[in-house]
């Protein structure tokens, strides 16, 4: 009887989530201005990938390449460049990024937020030192700010996506609503959610893979993967891999 009831709960498992025939994935957890760690992460990647042999593969960025590490301008020109020579790599617009565009059309709360939430570092790393940040008004540093970072940075900014679906897996920044259908996602939500996405135990429409929480290690649950391992204070950058039903992990610093 008790063969029985274990062939029962397998045969009614859910599949285990697969990325298409031919495809690998990378999901780049949240950079926050580590252009060091981004550049060996990068590095690794590479040497993995061809390591596995032919496949069409995706780099997707989580989202929060910018704010509170001291080089933002930096992994934004890096991945810039990059995305002009890989038509495969894709960038999820997260928090921070969607702040400092804010800030940057002169929006007087959305510039003060910025600087609360690791602004300073990002403005400081487009070459304004501390000094004059610090005397500076918000008025005064807007347009400081107008000033130093480059067309090219905002525009691509800008072209940033909300959600990406490839298989079974979505890649989000932040999370999803419990209970709302992924065509439906506020994106509020997807670049600011916490509790009521990583307090959900049910499984949602696909396997979600996202940023934005911080946790020592890739945060597996049976319908989600957290990948924000907190680069810019622990001096760990992660990235998953996929292909097929396989994951792995690989890591900068």
């Known amino acids: 009887m008790l063969k029985k009831l274990l062939g029962a709960r397998r045969a009614s498992a859910s599949p285990a989530p697969a990325i298409p025939d031919g495809e690998r994935v990378y999901a780049v957890g949240d950079v926050h201005g580590c252009d060091d760690l981004l550049g060996q992460l990068l590095a690794l990647i590479a040497d993995d990938d061809a390591a596995r042999g032919p496949a069409r593969t995706t780099l997707i960025f989580l989202g929060d390449l910018v704010d509170r590490g001291p080089a933002s301008a930096a992994v934004i020109e890096r991945l810039r460049l990059l995305a002009e020579t890989r038509a ?6 997260g928090n921070h990024e969607e702040v400092f565009l804010e800030s940057l059309k002169g929006e007087p709360k959305a510039l003060r937020m910025f600087c609360r939430i690791g602004g300073r570092e990002t403005i400081m790393s487009y070459g304004i030192d501390a000094a004059d940040y ?23 900014l800008t072209r940033f996506e909300d959600l990406i679906v490839i298989g079974d897996y979505v890649f989000v ?19 600011w959610i916490r509790n009521p996405f990583l307090n959900h135990e049910r499984p949602f429409e696909k396997m979600v893979v996202h940023g934005h929480t911080i946790s020592e290690d890739l945060d597996v649950q049976p319908h989600r993967i957290g990948v924000d391992t907190g680069a810019y204070e622990t001096g760990r950058l992660t990235a998953l891999g996929l292909e097929g039903t ?3 992990t690989i890591r900068a610093g």
């Open 173 to 191: 920044h932040a999370g999803i609503r419990p209970g709302t259908d992924l065509s439906s996602q506020r994106s509020a939500d997807l670049r």
């Open 88 to 93: 495969d790599t894709r960038f999820l617009l």
């Open 246 to 248: 396989s994951r792995w």
């Open 134 to 156: 610090d005397r500076m008004d918000y008025e005064e540093l807007h347009a400081a700010m107008g000033q130093r970072i480059p067309i090219a940075h905002q525009e691509f």
